[in-house]
């Protein structure tokens, strides 16, 4: 692991967090880049595959695919619902890792709801290969 890269990157993202917007410690320290398709209400994620997201075992932890997955499909029910959503649960399906490149995410409406939204993310490598899909229903927060 490139200590001094770790450390910079960390840095960096102490240093753009702000609460309350869409600058989280969490979305610089993982690199991620967030793009949004208003006439396809999708969602994208790019993240590259970094050390500081494998499990002892070298391969990418369940679990930074999953987060990956709730971001894109939050910012999908922000971005396109006419209010922000909650997660009230989540399934995850992981198929295969990747030690490289980057994770693409893809996340969408399966059903759009006024109160429910059922979302879906899929998570691609860089060679299109089918690494997890994550379904979710959100609710959505009354003003």
Same mark, same amino acid.
């Given at each position: 692991?490139?200590?001094?890269?770790?450390? !910079?990157?960390?840095?960096?993202?102490?240093?753009?967090?702000?609460? !309350?917007?869409?600058q989280?410690?969490?979305?610089?320290?993982?690199?991620?880049?967030?793009?949004?398709?208003?006439?396809?209400?999708?969602?994208?994620?790019?993240?590259?595959? $970094?050390?500081?997201m494998?499990?002892?075992?070298?391969?990418?932890?369940?679990?930074?695919?999953?987060?990956?997955? !709730?971001?894109?499909?939050?910012?999908?029910?922000?971005?396109?619902?006419?209010?922000?959503?909650? $997660?009230?649960?989540?399934?995850?399906?992981?198929?295969? $890792?990747?030690?490289?490149?980057?994770?693409?995410?893809?996340?969408?409406?399966?059903?759009?709801?006024?109160?429910?939204?059922?979302?879906?993310?899929?998570?691609?490598?860089?060679?299109e290969?089918?690494?997890?899909?994550?379904?979710?229903?959100?609710?959505?927060?009354?003003?």
């Amino acid at each position: 692991m490139d200590e001094r890269k770790l450390r !910079d990157n960390f840095e960096r993202a102490l240093k753009v967090h702000q609460d !309350d917007t869409g600058q989280q410690f969490m979305y610089s320290l993982l690199d991620l880049n967030i793009e949004y398709d208003e006439g396809q209400e999708k969602v994208y994620i790019d993240a590259p595959v $970094t050390e500081i997201m494998f499990n002892p075992v070298g391969f990418i932890h369940g679990g930074i695919l999953t987060y990956i997955a !709730d971001t894109a499909m939050g910012h999908l029910c922000a971005a396109f619902s006419d209010r922000p959503g909650v $997660t009230l649960e989540l399934k995850t399906q992981f198929f295969r $890792t990747s030690r490289d490149g980057k994770i693409h995410a893809t996340a969408q409406f399966v059903k759009k709801g006024s109160n429910i939204n059922f979302v879906e993310c899929v998570l691609q490598d860089d060679k299109e290969r089918l690494l997890g899909k994550v379904t979710a229903t959100f609710y959505s927060m009354q003003n």
